[in-house]
Nanobody
Framework: QVQLVESGGGLVQAGGSLRLSCATS????????MAWFRQAPGKEREFVSA????????DYADSVKGRFTISRDNAKNTVYLQTNSLKPEDTAVYYCAADRSFNTVVRGGTSAINYWGKGTLVTVSS
């Protein structure tokens, strides 16, 4: 089992920034590719970004490219999502996810991913 706990969400004005964190425990962190998803009210959960086990590969949704940056610190068992130039449409609950396969977290869909956090709410005001 892998436990995931997100933090760093909050209320921010459009154009602002937040740094989301996801702390993990339970298994060897570097065995897992990590990802961020988000779910806005009334919408399906969608992929935001992913990072491979040692950070050599990353992927981003087109909607966040150039604004968000994913990173990880394997010594701290933590993955981060730096969100800049936030827009009201970025408002959502942001979820951390983990799976042994980078391909799964990028392309497998939410039902294919083994581990999820409970989410952190990001609200961007206009």
């Amino acid at each position: 089992q892998v436990q995931l706990v997100e933090s760093g969400g909050g209320l921010v004005q459009a154009g602002g920034s937040l740094r989301l964190s996801c702390a993990t425990s339970g298994r060897t962190f570097s065995n897992y590719a990590m990802a961020w998803f988000r779910q806005a009210p009334g919408k399906e959960r969608e992929f935001v970004s992913a990072i491979s086990r040692f950070g050599g590969s990353t992927d981003y949704a087109d909607s966040v490219k150039g604004r968000f940056t994913i990173s990880r610190d394997n010594a701290k068992n933590t993955v981060y999502l730096q969100t800049n130039s936030l827009k009201p449409e970025d408002t959502a609950v942001y979820y951390c996810a983990a799976d042994r396969s980078f391909n799964t977290v990028v392309r497998g869909g939410t039902s294919a991913i083994n581990y999820w956090g409970k989410g952190t709410l990001v609200t961007v005001s206009s």
